[in-house]
């Protein structure tokens, strides 16, 4: 009868454990755009929020609510769900970067138990989209987003965060 359990456990293990190797790698790519995005919003300096490279260009915390937006839409699709309305801010700093966390944390929510099965799923009303689709195309637009911020960055004499971290420490 011991023996019945063990191998019972044997065979049900795989069943409960179902490894996600797509979505791992998923949410890896996209942690790393969520650091870079969130320290590129601390990182800044207040003053530089309405900073435009170029007059056409987005001032830089628009660029972050932009993101922020774009997070809530593709995490709620993703998911099959309505997207929450973007937080409204008054421009400052101090909202602009609650409102960017506010977004990843719920992206976080939406990734952080989603298989691969759950991502192959296909969203209504589009039949030809998955919710893997739209979470490779978040990725893809943090990364963008991410490098255009970086200029910005760059322009006011502040270091990148990715650059930052890659670094040796000076002592």
């Not at 709620?76 to 977004?103: F, H, L, W």
């Not at 760059?154 to 670094?167: L, M, N, Y």
Request: hydrophobic share 40%.
């Amino acid at each position: 009868m011991k023996h019945c359990f063990g191998l019972l456990l044997l065979i049900a293990a795989p069943a409960v454990a179902q490894p996600s190797p797509v979505m791992d790698a998923v949410r890896l790519q996209y942690g790393n755009a969520k650091r870079n995005l969130i320290e590129s919003a601390q990182v800044m300096p207040e003053q530089h929020y309405s900073f435009r490279l170029t007059p056409p260009q987005r001032p830089f915390g628009e660029w972050i609510e932009h993101t922020a937006a774009l997070n809530l839409r593709v995490c709620a699709t993703a998911q099959g769900v309505q997207p929450p309305a973007a937080p409204r801010t008054s421009g400052s700093k101090d909202e602009i970067v609650k409102a960017i966390e506010a977004s990843f944390a719920f992206c976080d929510a939406a990734l952080a138990s989603m298989s691969d099965e759950q991502a192959l799923r296909v969203l209504n009303p589009n039949p030809r989209r998955t919710a893997l689709d739209s979470l490779l195309g978040l990725v893809a637009s943090l990364n963008s987003h991410y490098g255009n911020i970086v200029g910005y960055l760059r322009v006011k004499g502040i270091t990148p965060p990715s650059t930052a971290r890659a670094q040796p420490h000076k002592h």
